[in-house]
């Protein structure tokens, strides 16, 4: 089956520090690459949408310099959270949808990765 | 614009019983697809159905069962003889276009399995 891994899956870090999560697509090509976030205990809600080799699309909201995407290539988008607070603190979480011989019926998800800033 | 209901926010049933997770959804659209997720303790959403709206028929897959019935928007699911490893929360979604680059999620429904 399709396999999305996230790199690391923890991490802990001073406020003002900048983090890079990985997302990686393991077996199959990913088109588009989508990042969430998730807080205790409530829905996903979608921060921006990647595409390969074009500029992520940021949801409302979503601070497009504070959460920076890059996708790379097929199978990697990374997340850089800059200049870190407290409030940034949550449950990360990347999906990919592939065409080109992937897997098209849905997004697949990674395993996510917890960002505590203290 | 679309929205998904979860009204459950979370339940616990004693093994082996049978549960039904509600979901109710809202879109203008005549063309949709919805989806259940389960994300276990270690947070990886796992993709569980995914119907489109023209199809109406219910499925079954071993204890897991999907009844979609577009006269009332829901898309319910069921676990019958519920086990310890069910315990999860469970994500209702649902995506105007077939390829699923816009998911709407629910609020999730937190289940509690006790043995």
């Known amino acids: 089956g399709a396999v999305v891994s996230q790199h690391p899956s923890r991490v802990i870090c001073k406020s003002g520090t900048s983090v890079k999560i990985e997302c990686r697509s393991l077996?199959?090509?990913?088109?588009?690459m989508f990042w969430y976030r998730q807080f205790p205990k409530q829905s996903l809600m979608l921060m921006a949408t990647?595409?390969?080799?074009?500029?992520?699309?940021?949801e409302q909201g979503v601070e497009k310099d504070k959460f920076l995407i890059n996708h790379a290539s097929l199978t990697l988008s990374t997340l850089t959270v800059t200049s870190a607070h407290p409030e940034d603190s949550s449950f990360y979480i990347c999906s990919a949808w592939g065409l080109a011989g992937g897997p098209a019926d849905t997004q697949y998800f990674g395993p996510g990765t917890r960002l505590t800033v203290l | 614009a679309q929205k998904v209901t979860q009204a459950q926010t979370e339940i616990s049933v004693v093994e082996k019983e049978d549960v039904t997770l509600d979901c109710v959804y809202e879109t203008r659209d005549t063309t949709y697809y919805l989806f259940w997720y389960k994300q276990p303790p270690s947070g990886e959403l796992v993709f569980l159905i995914r119907?489109?709206?023209?199809?109406?028929q219910n499925e079954i897959s071993g204890r897991y069962s999907w009844n979609f019935q577009k006269s009332t928007s829901s898309f319910n699911f069921t676990i019958t003889a519920s086990q310890v490893v069910d315990s999860a929360v469970y994500f209702c979604a649902l995506a105007l276009e077939e390829w699923a680059n816009n998911l709407f999620f629910g609020t999730g429904t937190r289940l509690t399995v006790i043995p």
């Open positions: 119907r489109n709206s023209f199809d109406e």
């Open positions: 077996d199959f090509q990913a088109t588009t």
């Open positions: 990647s595409n390969e080799g074009s500029k992520a699309t940021y």
